[in-house]
C-alpha cells in the first residue's frame, strides 16, 4: 500500500460503501459517493487521480459520444483506461468514478482517464490534476438558465484552462469561439474542409454569428452547421486557424452512418448525423495526438455502439425503439436531420421535461426547426413528459398534423401506445431526464438489460 | 385581410426561443384567413412604419445587445417613436423591453443606451430572477403566465404594468409589477414562448392590429385551444 493519509483512506471507503449501496439498494445515483468523498477529504481527486495519464472532454455537445469513442479506441490499443460513461460530469461524479477505480493494492500500468466534464466543472478538475490532453467540442446555446450566454460558458472553460498551461488543447477549430484563445496551453485544431450540404448558409438563428474581436459580422467559407465552418472576419481578419485534422471529404452520410477521409485516412463512423463526424474527427485527432495507429483508430470508430441514450437502438416487442437524446436547440436539430433521412415510414415520440437537468425553462423548443420535419409523413405523434403541452403546442404551430397526436403522460399507457402504433420504427426524442426516467422505466419492464 | 408583421433583429436578438411569439402570430392570423406577411428588419435597415401593422422585439445576449443598442438609436430610433406614438401595435419581450426604455446596466457594469421612448429605466441587480411566473391583469381580467429570466430590474415610474405578480419576481422584484402598457406597445420578461400559453393575449395583439387597420368592428373568431390551455393550467396548477 503506498503512502495515504487517513482522511483519504476514509474518504475512499465511505465512497465507495455509500456507491455500493447506490447501485445495489437505491439504484442510480451517481454523484452521491462523490459528495461523501468531499465532505472528508476536499483534495481527494488528487490523491485518487495520481498516475492517471487524463484527457478531459467538454464542450456543449457530442461530450459522451466522444468521449466513449476515444475511450473504446484506447481500450482497443490495449491501454488500461477508466472512465465516467454513465453522463456523471460533475465535480462529484468525476471524483465517484475515480474513487470507484480505486485500489488501495494494485497499480495499473500506465493507465488513462477519459473524463466528460461539465463546462462549468472544468476549473474543479483542474484545481487538482493537470490533463494530458483538454478538448472543447463546441459552444452552442444551452440551458441558459444555467450559465447565461455562450460567451459566459466560454469564459467558465478558460478558467480551468488557465490553471493547466501545460495541457495540450485539442480544439473545434469550426467553432469561432475557439480561435486565438488568450492561453499558454499548445493548441491543435480540427475541422472541416468540406460543407455537409452543399451551399449550406448560416442560419438566422444561429449562435455567434458576430466577430468576438470586433463585432462585425462573420462571413463564411463554408458551414457545416449552426455556426460552425471556415468563417473569416471581412473587418478585422480574424479567421478560422490552420486544421492540424480535418474531413476533406464525405464520401456517404445515411440515417445510419456515415464514411469520411481525415486527412489522408478514410474513416467509417458507425452513428448517424453531422455531429457524429464531428465527434469522430476529435476522437480521432486525440488519438494521433497521442501517437496511436491509423487501422486501431478506424476499427475502434467502425465498431463504435451507441452510448446511454444517445441514438441507441431498443426492441418493444417488435417495434424498433431509437432513443436520441435531445438537450438544446443546435442538437435537437440535428436529431431532425437524422429523421428526415429517413426514407421510410416511421412515428416519433416528443418527451419534454423541465427538471433541473433538462434546463427549467422550456422556451428553448421554440428554436428548434420543427418546421422542417412538418412535411414528413410521420405516422403518430406520441407527446410525452412534464410539459407535454408545451410540446404538443409547439408542434401544432410547426405545422405537423394535429389529427396524429397522441398524448400521454404515463410512461405505461405510452409504452402500449408505441406497441400498438402503425409503424415499425419509432425514434423517441427526449429531454435529459425524460430519457433517464424513461429508461428506468423500460429496465424495469426488461426491455433493457443495463439500465447505466 | 392582411397583416405585415416585423421582426426586429431576428439575427442578434434570438435567445430563449421569443421567436415562437411571430410564429404563433402568425398561425393564429392564418388560421382566421388573414394573409401575414413578416419581415424581417436587422442591422442597417429602417423600419417601414407605414406598411408595418405589429412589431416583435425580442431579446439577446447582452454582446449581441450592446451591437444592436448602437444600430437602434443611429437607424431605427425616430420610425420607432412615430411608430409608437401612433398607437401602432409592438410587443417587446426581455432585452427588447429594456431597449425601448431609458437605459439598462448590463452585469458586467457597461450602460447601453435604450432609445427612451417608454419612461423606465433597467438596473443591474446581483441576482437573476429565474423561474415560471404568473401574473393578472385587472383590466383585461385575464391571467398570464411565462418564465422569468432576467438580473436587470425595471422601473416603469408611471406606466401601467401588464399585471400584477401572483407568483414570480416581475420588473423588478419589488414592487410587485410585471411589464409594461403604453398605447398599443406592450413590454414584459415572459418567455415560454409568452405567447405559446397566453392565446388570448395573442388574439388580443391580432385584433389591435386589424383594427388599427381595418376599423373598429373587426373580431376574430374562436380557435381550438385546448394544448395552449392545457399547458397553461399545468402551470397554474404547479404553481400553487
Known amino acids: ?452 | 385581410m392582411e397583416l405585415t408583421i416585423c421582426h426586429l433583429y431576428p439575427d442578434l436578438l434570438n435567445v430563449y426561443g421569443d421567436v415562437g411569439n411571430v410564429l404563433i402570430l402568425k398561425h393564429r392570423a392564418a388560421l382566421r384567413g388573414i394573409d401575414v406577411n413578416i419581415i424581417n428588419c436587422s442591422l442597417g435597415e429602417n423600419i417601414d412604419k407605414v406598411n408595418v401593422d405589429i412589431i416583435f422585439f425580442g431579446g439577446g445576449q447582452d454582446y449581441e445587445q450592446s451591437i444592436v443598442s448602437k444600430d437602434l438609436k443611429e437607424i431605427k430610433g425616430e420610425a420607432l417613436t412615430d411608430y409608437i406614438e401612433d398607437g401602432k401595435v409592438l410587443l417587446s419581450i426581455c432585452g427588447g423591453y429594456q431597449l425601448l426604455g431609458k437605459y439598462y446596466t448590463a452585469p458586467n457594469g457597461e450602460k447601453i443606451d435604450g432609445l427612451g421612448i417608454l419612461d423606465l429605466y433597467t438596473e443591474g441587480g446581483d441576482t437573476r430572477f429565474i423561474g415560471n411566473t404568473e401574473i393578472f391583469n385587472e383590466t383585461f381580467n385575464e391571467t398570464y403566465v411565462g418564465f422569468e429570466n432576467h438580473s436587470g430590474k425595471t422601473y416603469i415610474n408611471n406606466h401601467t404594468p401588464l399585471g400584477k405578480c401572483i407568483h414570480g419576481y416581475g420588473n423588478n422584484g419589488e414592487d410587485g409589477l410585471e411589464g409594461c402598457i403604453y398605447k398599443n406597445t406592450f413590454g414584459s420578461y415572459f418567455h415560454g414562448s409568452f405567447l405559446s400559453k397566453n392565446p388570448e393575449f395573442a388574439d388580443r395583439l391580432l385584433t389591435l392590429a386589424l383594427q388599427k387597420k381595418y376599423g373598429q368592428d373587426v373580431q376574430l373568431g374562436s380557435l381550438n385551444d385546448d394544448f395552449e390551455l392545457s399547458a397553461k393550467k399545468s402551470m397554474l396548477e404547479r404553481l400553487k
Open chain 1, 1 to 452: 500500500m503506498s503512502k495515504i493519509n487517513i482522511k483519504s483512506i476514509l474518504s475512499i471507503l465511505s465512497s465507495k460503501f455509500t456507491a455500493f449501496l447506490a447501485k445495489h439498494i437505491v439504484k442510480g445515483g451517481s454523484n452521491f459517493p462523490g459528495k461523501i468523498a468531499l465532505k472528508i477529504d476536499k483534495s481527494i481527486l488528487k490523491t485518487v487521480s495520481k498516475g492517471y495519464k487524463v484527457i478531459l472532454v467538454t464542450g456543449t455537445n457530442g461530450k459522451t459520444t466522444t468521449t466513449s469513442m476515444i475511450y473504446n479506441i484506447l481500450k482497443e490499443s490495449k491501454f488500461n483506461v477508466i472512465t465516467n460513461n454513465t453522463g456523471a460530469n460533475l465535480y462529484t461524479g468525476i471524483v465517484a468514478c475515480f474513487i470507484s477505480n480505486y485500489s488501495f493494492f494494485k497499480r495499473q500500468e500506465n493507465p488513462y482517464a477519459i473524463i466528460e466534464v461539465d463546462e462549468a466543472n472544468v476549473k474543479f478538475i483542474t484545481e487538482y490534476l493537470t490533463p494530458e490532453i483538454i478538448t472543447v467540442t463546441n459552444l452552442f446555446r444551452d440551458q441558459l438558465d444555467r450559465y447565461g450566454e455562450v460567451y459566459t460558458t466560454l469564459v467558465k472553460i478558460l478558467e480551468g484552462i488557465t490553471k493547466v498551461p501545460g495541457s495540450k488543447l485539442v480544439l473545434n477549430g469550426d467553432e469561432s469561439l475557439l480561435g486565438r484563445l488568450d492561453v499558454k496551453n499548445p493548441v491543435v485544431y480540427y475541422g472541416f474542409n468540406t460543407p455537409i450540404k452543399e451551399n449550406a448558409s448560416l442560419d438566422l438563428n444561429a449562435d455567434a454569428k458576430f466577430c468576438k474581436f470586433c463585432k462585425s459580422p462573420y462571413s463564411y467559407e463554408l458551414v457545416t452547421y449552426n455556426h460552425l465552418g471556415s468563417f473569416y472576419c471581412p473587418e478585422c481578419g480574424y479567421k478560422r486557424s490552420e486544421l492540424d485534422y480535418a474531413v476533406n471529404t464525405i464520401f456517404d452520410l445515411t440515417a445510419e452512418n456515415s464514411s469520411v477521409l481525415i486527412n489522408d485516412t478514410e474513416v467509417f463512423i458507425s452513428q448517424s448525423g453531422a455531429y457524429n463526424i464531428y465527434n469522430g474527427l476529435c476522437a480521432f485527432a486525440i488519438s494521433k495526438e497521442l501517437g496511436i495507429e491509423d487501422s486501431v483508430i478506424k476499427t475502434s470508430l467502425q465498431n463504435q455502439s451507441s452510448s446511454f441514450g444517445r441514438q441507441e437502438q431498443i426492441t418493444i416487442d417488435n417495434k424498433d425503439i431509437q432513443i436520441i437524446l435531445v438537450k438544446n436547440p443546435a442538437g435537437y436539430n440535428q436529431a431532425l436531420d437524422t429523421l428526415a433521412l429517413n426514407k421510410n415510414e416511421f412515428s416519433a415520440a416528443f418527451m419534454l421535461n423541465d427538471n433541473y437537468a433538462d434546463g427549467r425553462d422550456v422556451s428553448w423548443i421554440w428554436d428548434v426547426d420543427f418546421e422542417k420535419i412538418s412535411t414528413l409523413n410521420i405516422e403518430d405523434v406520441f407527446v410525452s413528459g412534464i410539459r407535454m403541452y408545451d410540446m404538443a403546442v409547439r408542434l401544432k404551430i410547426a405545422g405537423l398534423d394535429v389529427n396524429r397526436f397522441i398524448l400521454e403522460e404515463d410512461y405505461e399507457e405510452l409504452t402500449n401506445k408505441i406497441k400498438n402504433s402503425v409503424s415499425k420504427k419509432v425514434y423517441i426524442l427526449a429531454t435529459y431526464t425524460a430519457m433517464i426516467n424513461y429508461r428506468k422505466y423500460l429496465h424495469s419492464k426488461g426491455y433493457i438489460n443495463k439500465l447505466w
